[in-house]
């Protein structure tokens, strides 16, 4: 039986991140998008208000699930569900389409300027091959959680999934503590957005604690508190930090942050199962086509953002347009390539063509 508020999570979730990648392409604070209009943008708060949870929140839906799945299938179908749905997308995939966002992230970055004229196209090729990461690096980092996953579950045979079915309220709060101490921990340097403590930790904090239909009933119960908590400190943090680069050290390892983070993680959570574990058409449609656009939204919005940047406009228009691309750019590109055998398979990490549709979520 599906998990209805699960899936509207991660729907949203997926919404929030293309926003994100928006306003991030137009900042001074991250030099990874076009550029920026202002040496102040407070529409930059936007990016401080979500970053230090969202991705957090889709590893411990993804733990979830995954908890789902191996109490119908075997560990071995596991391991070879999780090889075609995210390590065929995340590796093939950069040689056959990915490549095109690291040919923007390149020209954005003026890298072309810099090289030999004399490189040979395949070496630039290559190069932009690994500039292309764009989005990858979640279900590069969710298939290697799984691999681990499959075979701690062999060992332990779910002994310590039955002990946290039982765990209270403030305990649940109290796992702050352990997920700062992983934030300290594997952090890769340059790439920030490795933290194979932080999200491993989230990972596996969904699929032996949240996967209880216990816990989150628990966590539902407190919503408001929760609510009223996250909204205090996503101000504070956001004025408290504003300007300073809050997807690296020391600002995306702070306890500032990672109780923002927690607590927003338990208000969503409590909010989503209370209020938003129905269906109806709208989520049924983003719902159906949320892996699909988180994979294929970034291309064309750096495309759009490095072609319009330079151009003169209204910087409001510049941030509209980009969001129209990346979004219904993102939906099309589903549409397109989940129609075609090949590119179904090595883009999306789907063998078979659903009768209506593609439903390609990351479970």
């Known amino acids: 039986m599906r998990k209805t508020y699960l899936d509207n999570i991660r729907s949203?979730?997926?919404?929030?991140?293309?926003?994100?990648?928006?306003?991030?392409?137009?900042?001074?604070?991250?030099?990874?998008?076009?550029?920026?209009f202002a040496e102040v943008q407070y529409q930059d708060a936007?990016?401080?208000?979500?970053?230090?949870?969202?991705m957090v929140i889709l590893f411990v839906v993804s733990g979830m699930s995954t908890r789902f799945y191996l109490d119908k299938h075997t560990t071995k179908e596991f391991v070879r569900s999780r090889t075609v749905k995210l390590l065929v997308p995340s590796t093939l995939?950069?040689?056959?389409?990915?490549?095109?966002t690291g040919y923007f992230s390149m020209s954005m970055a003026g890298a072309f300027d810099t090289m030999p004229e004399e490189l040979p196209s395949v070496i630039k090729y290559f190069i932009m091959v690994l500039s292309g990461q764009g989005v990858l690096w979640y279900i590069q980092l969710l298939w290697l959680f799984s691999m681990v996953l499959a075979i701690f579950h062999k060992l332990e045979k779910g002994r310590l999934y039955n002990l946290t079915g039982k765990m209270n309220f403030p305990l649940i709060i109290a796992l702050v503590i352990p997920l700062w101490a992983f934030a300290q921990i594997l952090n890769t340097p340059v790439i920030t957005v490795y933290r194979f403590g932080l999200y491993g930790f989230s990972f596996f904090v969904g699929y032996y604690i949240f996967a209880h239909d216990e816990i989150i009933n628990r966590i539902?119960?407190?919503?408001?508190?929760?609510?009223?908590?996250?909204?205090?400190?996503?101000?504070?943090?956001?004025?408290?930090?504003?300007?300073?680069?809050?997807?690296?050290a020391p600002v995306n390892r702070s306890v500032f942050n990672i109780v923002f983070c927690w607590m927003a993680v338990l208000c969503v959570f409590g909010i989503f199962k209370r209020f938003f574990d129905?269906?109806?058409?709208?989520?049924?449609?983003?719902?159906?086509?949320?892996?699909?656009?988180?994979?294929?939204?970034?291309?064309?919005?750096?495309?759009?953002a490095y072609y319009i940047y330079p151009i003169e406009m209204p910087c409001v228009f510049k941030y509209l347009i980009c969001a129209v691309?990346?979004?219904?750019?993102?939906?099309?590109?589903?549409?397109?390539?989940?129609?075609?055998?090949?590119?179904?398979?090595?883009?999306?990490?789907?063998?078979?063509?659903?009768?209506?549709?593609?439903?390609?979520?990351v479970r």
């Open 12 to 36: 949203v979730v997926v919404i929030l991140v293309v926003i994100y990648h928006v306003i991030m392409m137009f900042t001074n604070i991250i030099p990874l998008g076009a550029g920026s």
């Open 46 to 54: 936007y990016m401080y208000l979500v970053y230090p949870w969202f």
């Open 93 to 100: 995939s950069l040689f056959v389409f990915h490549w095109i």
């Open 220 to 248: 539902s119960k407190y919503w408001l508190f929760t609510t009223i908590a996250t909204v205090i400190m996503g101000i504070a943090y956001t004025v408290i930090y504003f300007g300073q680069n809050f997807a690296d």
């Open 278 to 304: 129905r269906d109806n058409g709208f989520f049924r449609f983003i719902g159906k086509r949320s892996f699909g656009l988180y994979i294929f939204h970034y291309t064309p919005l750096a495309a759009a």
């Open 325 to 361: 691309t990346a979004f219904a750019g993102g939906y099309l590109l589903n549409e397109l390539f989940s129609r075609i055998p090949f590119f179904r398979w090595v883009l999306l990490g789907i063998s078979k063509k659903k009768a209506k549709g593609v439903e390609a979520n």
